[in-house]
């Protein structure tokens, strides 16, 4: 399975500001997908990351709030923009495993708005 | 779209004992993957079952697609089974494959 790596770990940020996450792979995918994780919930998909296109969103998610980056095979960032608290969650990016069907998870990003 | 229930939503168990973790879904999926979540937040990929039997230590799995439903299987529990477990399947979105997630099961362990 691949090796996914994300930073920030963990972040307090103030309310109205913008985090970017970043997600790292050791090899070439072509599918990346952003998660969200509220407090004591399970897993919602933000959107999915191809290459050289732009990211498709879930419905009650919006490029403007999260915006996404792809700009290579092996690299996605997240944006968390205009935070509030209601964003206080755990941000995944996942990958394809041996098959499409199949989905390894980085560590995730802690986020606590404050 | 496809919904995803896990039952129970919360276990407590005595180091030792077994159990049982029950995931149901309402369509026909030809994939099923489990997850543990730790105390950090990583999720750890557990299984890829989308049909059948597989065994991992005192772990095992099993789906039975045609009945729409997976079980997950612990025994000889130990405290560092403690976390979240989640089932998943995919389901088709405008991009392709997406994971549908069940609620999870949130299991403590107590020594």
């Known amino acids: 399975s691949a090796v996914i790596s994300q930073k920030p770990s963990r972040d307090i940020c103030q309310r109205g500001t913008s985090l970017t996450i970043q997600c790292q792979v050791d090899?070439?995918?072509?599918?990346m997908f952003w998660y969200r994780q509220q407090p004591g919930q399970s897993l919602t998909l933000i959107a999915t990351?191809?290459?050289?296109?732009?990211?498709?969103?879930e419905s009650g998610f919006v490029i403007d709030k999260f915006p996404i980056s792809r700009p290579n095979l092996t690299f996605s960032t997240l944006t968390v923009s205009n935070m509030s608290p209601e964003d206080s969650s755990i941000y995944l990016c996942?990958?394809?495993?041996?098959?499409?069907?199949?989905?390894?998870f980085g560590p995730g990003t802690r986020l606590t708005v404050t | 779209g496809i919904q995803v229930e896990q039952s129970p939503p919360d276990l407590i168990l005595q180091e030792g004992a077994n159990s049982t973790l029950r995931c149901n879904f309402s369509?026909?999926?030809?994939?099923l993957q489990w997850f543990h979540q730790n105390p950090w937040g990583q999720l750890i990929n557990l299984f890829y079952i989308p049909s059948g039997t597989k065994q991992n230590g005192r772990l095992s799995a099993t789906t039975v697609a045609t009945e729409r439903y997976s079980l997950l299987y612990i025994s000889s529990s130990q405290t560092t089974d403690s976390g979240v477990y989640f089932c998943?399947?995919?389901?088709?979105?405008?991009?392709?494959?997406?994971?549908?997630f069940g609620g999870g099961t949130r299991l403590m362990v107590k020594p």
């Open positions: 990351a191809n290459q050289g296109s732009e990211a498709t969103y």
């Open positions: 090899s070439q995918v072509t599918m």
């Open positions: 369509d026909s999926v030809n994939n």
């Open positions: 996942s990958v394809e495993g041996r098959t499409s069907y199949e989905q390894y």
């Open positions: 998943a399947t995919n389901s088709l979105n405008n991009a392709g494959n997406m994971l549908t």
